[in-house]
């Protein structure tokens, strides 16, 4: 069992940057593949980025790569998402999750998911 906790959310301009993180807790976060995940109003969620427990990360949405990145620090038990050139239509709400798969490529093959953190890019 993992719980998620994510936070770094907010207000930004277009152009701008920001951060987020998940802090998770248990001892095995590190055996854990992670994922992070958006959704916006009136759209389906979207499938952002994934790194595996050795660092191996995966971006499945074409519109992110190149400005996302992801990471994760396995001592401090957090993953991180780092979102630059930000455009008004990466608006949503970005939820992080956890998947006891390898290689986790399905949102269905995450059993564990954070509360979410609003992040809003203003135009």
């Known amino acids: 069992q993992v719980q998620l906790v994510e936070s770094g959310g907010g207000l930004v301009q277009a152009a701008g940057s920001l951060r987020l993180s998940c802090a998770a807790s248990g001892r095995t976060f590190s055996t854990y593949t992670m994922g992070w995940f958006r959704q916006a109003p009136g759209k389906e969620g979207e499938f952002v980025a994934a790194?595996?427990?050795?660092?191996?990360?995966?971006f499945p949405l074409d519109s992110v790569k190149g400005r996302f990145t992801i990471s994760r620090d396995n001592a401090k038990n957090t993953v991180y998402l780092q979102l630059n050139s930000l455009k008004p239509e990466d608006t949503a709400v970005y939820y992080c999750a956890a998947s006891e798969t390898l290689i986790a490529a399905r949102r269905g093959e995450y059993e564990y998911w954070g509360q979410g953190t609003q992040e809003t890019v203003s135009s």
């Open positions: 790194i595996t427990w050795s660092g191996r990360s995966t």
